[in-house]
């Protein structure tokens, strides 16, 4: 229980383990700790932010979305008149070219009937001026009477 | 406990340190330096501590420079726990920087702790040890051979440790408010007039030794008290065995609060040695 030169030998050996400590324990674990605190925070830090960009991209999707969908409505609309439009059209035109083809057959059968006319009067009036010859039993210029002949066609 | 002891020679052999000196016929041991007075050496205590302390700084040492940043394996993870607790303690406590403060704090911790704890290893077993060896391997008288396992029983350990803390608060005195700050704090507190600087002297002299003074006998007092009880548990018998056992567990508490203590305590006084008041 007395003192002695121990104390001088433990004294040294104090020294030196903390100088031993202060130079090569504790700056290398303190260092690693505080690296790997920065890691941490760094870490948790760019979470945070990639969990903000998350919401971000997220509200900018569902923006987009409904502008799409917007904008495909828009089209579909645009489209929907569009073809009544069309329809619209050819129903016009449909109507104009029956109504053009109409008026053609009319014209046609018109031309017909005059042709056929004209042909009706040529053959009633050689008919007329033979029956005529025949009645009258004689010869009868045909050119000569002609203008008998014009005059009974006209009034047929 | 031998049964050719007596009750008391058996503690006092328990509580003797295994001494070296140097005599006019050599290196001599245990009773043969009586006479030799201041110079001789407790082995026992530099053994073990200088060996606990060996082994403290090769342990963290090793996983210093294998230290990594990202994923700490166990052992680093447990070294990290303690320099981190001991860190923690020396932030709060100590405004100030210092490269030397917190290593300070792990080593008086660990170290501290370590030799605590060999007060947990049966008070028999390394008395024993030793005696047989001494018997058989240098035909000496196993009652001559000494073994005191816990440096921190021995006065000059903690008194070495003090000494350590005390040199440190002088010098941060002095470092960080001169020689005439200290100096006027020696003598111009608590009473700030000429007439009181020898009261003052004589007051704060008391209190800057007092401090590794209570270190010393603080970690000292509380050690010695309980390896005594622990050989006093050991001569009472059988019954011996659920006493060592409640009073090992008590000691679970007890021997780290001891060294938190002793590294609290010498935070503290740094910290007021480097503040101005």
């Known amino acids: 229980m007395n003192i002695n030169a121990t104390l001088i030998g433990q004294f040294i050996a104090f020294a030196v383990f903390v100088w031993f400590c202060m130079k090569y324990v504790w700056p290398p674990l303190m260092a690693a700790i505080e690296e790997r605190q920065k890691k941490i925070a760094d870490g948790l830090a760019a979470s945070e932010r990639a969990e903000k960009d998350l919401e971000l991209a997220q509200a900018k999707a569902t923006e987009q979305l409904k502008e799409a969908k917007a904008q495909a409505a828009e089209i579909i609309e645009q489209a929907k008149k569009r073809a009544s439009q069309l329809v619209d059209e050819e129903t016009q035109r449909g109507h104009a070219e029956r109504e053009k083809i109409i008026a053609q057959g009319y014209a046609e059968i018109d031309a017909e009937r005059n042709r056929a006319k004209e042909e009706l009067r040529k053959q009633v009036a050689a008919l007329a001026v033979t029956g005529a010859e025949r009645i009258l039993q004689r010869e009868i210029n045909a050119e000569a009477q002609a203008d008998i002949v014009e005059k009974l066609v006209a009034e047929l | ?277």
């Open chain 2, 1 to 277: 406990m031998a049964s050719e002891y007596t009750t008391s020679e058996y503690i006092k052999h328990h509580l003797t340190n295994a001494s070296m000196c140097t005599t006019e016929n050599g290196i001599a041991f245990n009773k043969a330096c009586a006479d030799a007075g201041f110079w001789q050496w407790h082995v026992d205590t530099l053994a073990w501590s200088i060996g606990l302390g060996l082994l403290f700084l090769f342990i963290f040492k090793r996983v210093a420079s294998k230290a990594t940043t990202g994923v700490p394996g166990k052992m680093q993870a447990f070294v990290e726990l303690v320099v981190d607790f001991v860190n923690d303690n020396v932030v709060s406590t100590f405004h100030g920087k210092s490269a030397l403060i917190a290593p300070l704090a792990l080593t008086i911790f660990v170290w501290v702790l370590l030799m605590n704890l060999m007060d947990l290893v049966p008070v028999d077993l390394l008395p024993s040890i030793a005696g047989l060896i001494g018997q058989y391997g240098f035909g000496m008288d196993p009652h001559d051979v000494y073994m005191k396992a816990v440096p921190t029983t021995d006065l000059n350990l903690t008194f070495a440790l003090a000494l350590g803390v005390f040199v440190l608060i002088i010098f941060y005195s002095i470092k960080m408010k001169g020689i005439g700050g200290f100096t006027k704090e020696l003598t111009m507190q608590p009473f700030g007039h000429p007439i009181f600087i020898p009261v003052n002297f004589i007051l704060e002299t008391v209190t800057l030794l007092a401090r590794p003074l209570s270190l010393a006998l603080r970690l000292f007092g509380n050690l010695y008290a309980s390896e005594l009880i622990f050989i006093l548990i050991a001569t009472i018998g059988y019954f011996q065995l659920p006493l060592h056992f409640a009073w090992a567990v008590f000691h679970i508490l007890v021997l780290p609060l001891q060294a938190f203590i002793f590294m609290m305590l010498t935070i503290v006084y740094l910290s007021l040695a480097s503040e101005d008041h």
